[in-house]
């Protein structure tokens, strides 16, 4: 029998492939096991494709290749990625400052350690039923190629963290990430595949499209090849998906509101609030955005802000700040995009306002109507509206998150009106006495994840929603008892 030179390459590749599958103890292995036919830019842009057509075949493609792979194998891509976001969190944040120019440094340091702390393989679990008649199992299988959207709020964290729970889950993940961050997210995607490849596994699990547009959107919507969509982003974004026909998780806008009554401590539910608000110039979506307080500790609150480093504005200065960061047309007051998620002191050195140290945020109080109140403005200036009791609090928190089903937070020492806000309002995540950003694992027990999918009801989304269900129904003599 005559073996052809391509049946011969296509032999040592599988010999290889078994080699490696055996081999679950080596860390670094010498070469790719697999090497892709299809070609990317270059090497230093593994998984970044000029088409988005290429990026979805090249992510159809590893899909295959992956699913010959072990979870222990999954494990090691997973972990030296983890490994290499804590290492790189310094680099990656400032590439994130500089493209985006939104944010701060400092933060998105945090954003990238919490991105390296999103769950794996270890929440993935086979259920199983037996009964007179058998045995039935119940294992999460891969869903496919999931097409993911990240937003210009959190490019890399988002790349990174939606990357580690769709491997995890068997997954091979194509983005089309928002445009004003392609650079940092081309890095990521490049890097993330370079890890794969040298761990010896298939070349483009990650794939994006060099210059994401919304043609590039609709391309990775509608592709049959796509089997799911998870989109990170705002309101307009997860409708379009929502619409496509496919399995799709939608995590859009939020505009967190605080509840906070006369039993909370409230030197600490300012110190939290603070905190909440403040991180990263306010860009991600569960941070604190509006403030209603019980009108009897009302100053107290207020005068504990300024001192944890807010900067108090009021009368005129809350018009003309109006005016600087929104504008108003037919359709209503929008936010000014070009104030989104700056530095405070830049608000305050646009309208000459002399400060003696750089504050925290902006704080000033306004009405209820307020466009402040009512618009996820993504901007470090919280207003902060009196209410005569918590009951109208809680009123005013459900109708400024607007049905957002996204974040709220409470403080108070009262748990029957923390259960009474908590029911009322019906957010995804509910955070009491802590910063919203307890919500997603920051000091809490809460799990850690970039997509909150409160339109589509995932809630915080890990590795278990990228998965389908799949039953292997055994029939007669499996059962032990
Ligand atoms: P966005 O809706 O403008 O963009 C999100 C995605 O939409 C992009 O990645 C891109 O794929 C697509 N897109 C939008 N405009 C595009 C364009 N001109 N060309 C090509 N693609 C385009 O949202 P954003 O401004 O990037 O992010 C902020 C919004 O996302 C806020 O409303 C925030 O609350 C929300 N968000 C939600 C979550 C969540 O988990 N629920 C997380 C982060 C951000």
Same mark, same amino acid.
């Not at 090691?76 to 490994?83: G, L, P, T, V, Y």
């Given at each position: 029998?005559?073996? =052809?030179?391509?049946?011969?390459?296509?032999?040592? =590749?599988?010999?290889?492939?078994?080699?490696?599958?055996?081999?679950?103890?080596?860390?670094?292995?010498?070469?790719?096991?697999?090497?892709?036919? *299809?070609?990317?830019?270059?090497?230093?842009?593994?998984?970044?494709?000029?088409?988005?057509?290429?990026?979805?075949?090249?992510?159809?493609?590893?899909?295959?290749?992956?699913?010959?792979?072990?979870?222990?194998?999954?494990?090691?891509?997973?972990?030296?990625?983890?490994?290499?976001?804590?290492?790189?969190?310094?680099?990656?944040?400032?590439?994130?400052?500089?493209?985006?120019?939104?944010?701060?440094?400092?933060?998105?340091?945090?954003?990238?350690?919490?991105?390296?702390?999103?769950?794996?393989?270890?929440?993935?679990?086979?259920?199983?039923?037996?009964?007179?008649?058998?045995?039935?199992?119940?294992?999460?299988?891969?869903?496919?190629?999931?097409?993911?959207?990240?937003?210009?709020?959190?490019?890399?964290?988002?790349?990174?963290?939606? !990357?580690?729970?769709?491997?995890?889950?068997?997954?091979?993940?194509?983005?089309?990430?928002?445009?004003?961050?392609?650079?940092?997210?081309?890095?990521?995607?490049?890097?993330?595949?370079?890890?794969?490849?040298?761990?010896?596994?298939?070349?483009? @699990?990650?794939?994006?499209?060099?210059?994401?547009?919304?043609?590039? *959107?609709?391309?990775?919507?509608?592709?049959?090849?796509?089997?799911?969509?998870?989109?990170?982003?705002?309101?307009?974004?997860?409708?379009?998906?929502?619409?496509?026909?496919?399995?799709?998780?939608?995590?859009?806008?939020?505009?967190?509101?605080?509840?906070?009554?006369?039993?909370?401590?409230?030197?600490?539910?300012?110190?939290?609030?603070?905190?909440?608000?403040?991180?990263?110039?306010?860009?991600?979506?569960?941070?604190?955005?509006?403030?209603?307080?019980?009108?009897?500790?009302?100053?107290?609150?207020?005068?504990?802000?300024?001192?944890?480093?807010?900067?108090?504005?009021?009368?005129?200065?809350?018009?003309?700040?109006?005016?600087?960061?929104?504008?108003?047309?037919?359709?209503?007051?929008?936010?000014?995009?070009?104030?989104?998620?700056?530095?405070?002191?830049?608000?305050?050195?646009? @309208?000459?306002?002399?400060?003696?140290?750089?504050?925290?945020?902006?704080?000033?109080?306004?009405?209820?109507?307020?466009?402040?109140?009512? @618009?996820?403005?993504?901007?470090?200036?919280?207003?902060?509206?009196?209410?005569?009791?918590?009951?109208?609090?809680?009123?005013?928190?459900?109708?400024?998150?607007?049905?957002?089903?996204?974040? !709220?937070?409470?403080?108070?020492?009262?748990?029957?009106?923390?259960?009474?806000?908590?029911? !009322?309002?019906?957010?995804?995540?509910?955070?009491?006495? !802590?910063?919203?950003?307890?919500?997603?694992?920051?000091?809490?027990?809460?799990?850690?994840?970039?997509?909150?999918?409160?339109?589509?009801?995932?809630?915080?989304?890990?590795?278990?929603?990228?998965?389908?269900?799949?039953?292997?129904?055994?029939?007669?003599?499996?059962?032990?008892?």
């Amino acid at each position: 029998m005559q073996i =052809s030179e391509k049946e011969i390459q296509q032999l040592v =590749s599988q010999i290889v492939q078994q080699t490696i599958r055996q081999d679950n103890q080596s860390e670094v292995l010498d070469k790719p096991a697999v090497k892709s036919e *299809l070609t990317t830019l270059s090497e230093e842009h593994l998984g970044v494709f000029d088409k988005m057509e290429d990026a979805i075949n090249a992510a159809e493609k590893a899909k295959q290749q992956y699913s010959q792979y072990t979870i222990k194998d999954r494990e090691r891509f997973i972990e030296s990625i983890k490994k290499w976001t804590l290492k790189e969190k310094y680099d990656l944040s400032k590439r994130v400052v500089e493209e985006t120019g939104l944010g701060n440094y400092e933060d998105k340091i945090k954003k990238h350690e919490l991105a390296a702390r999103t769950p794996g393989t270890e929440l993935l679990e086979t259920k199983a039923q037996s009964g007179d008649t058998g045995l039935a199992i119940i294992e999460e299988a891969p869903f496919g190629v999931i097409g993911a959207t990240t937003p210009v709020t959190n490019p890399s964290e988002t790349v990174i963290s939606n !990357a580690i729970g769709m491997l995890a889950a068997g997954n091979t993940v194509v983005f089309n990430v928002h445009p004003s961050s392609k650079n940092v997210c081309a890095y990521t995607v490049t890097q993330i595949n370079r890890l794969i490849v040298n761990l010896g596994g298939p070349e483009n @699990l990650v794939t994006m499209v060099k210059n994401p547009s919304m043609e590039s *959107l609709n391309v990775m919507a509608s592709c049959p090849k796509v089997n799911m969509l998870v989109g990170t982003g705002g309101p307009g974004l997860v409708k379009a998906l929502l619409k496509s026909g496919k399995k799709a998780i939608g995590a859009g806008a939020g505009n967190p509101p605080v509840v906070v009554d006369e039993t909370a401590n409230i030197q600490k539910a300012a110190r939290d609030i603070i905190t909440g608000h403040s991180f990263d110039n306010n860009i991600v979506c569960i941070l604190e955005k509006e403030v209603f307080v019980v009108d009897q500790v009302a100053n107290e609150l207020i005068e504990s802000m300024v001192q944890e480093g807010a900067f108090l504005i009021k009368g005129d200065t809350i018009e003309s700040m109006k005016q600087l960061i929104t504008v108003e047309d037919q359709d209503g007051v929008h936010v000014r995009k070009e104030w989104v998620g700056k530095d405070p002191y830049k608000y305050l050195d646009a @309208l000459n306002i002399s400060y003696t140290q750089k504050p925290k945020c902006i704080i000033c109080e306004t009405e209820f109507e307020h466009p402040f109140v009512q @618009l996820e403005l993504l901007m470090p200036i919280l207003p902060i509206v009196r209410v005569e009791n918590f009951h109208q609090g809680v009123d005013y928190a459900v109708k400024a998150e607007h049905g957002n089903r996204h974040t !709220a937070i409470c403080h108070s020492q009262n748990i029957d009106n923390i259960t009474y806000y908590a029911k !009322a309002i019906n957010t995804t995540i509910f955070v009491k006495n !802590a910063p919203s950003l307890a919500g997603i694992g920051v000091e809490s027990e809460s799990v850690v994840s970039f997509t909150i999918a409160g339109p589509t009801g995932e809630g915080i989304t890990t590795s278990k929603d990228y998965t389908r269900a799949r039953h292997c129904v055994l029939v007669d003599g499996f059962r032990i008892i």
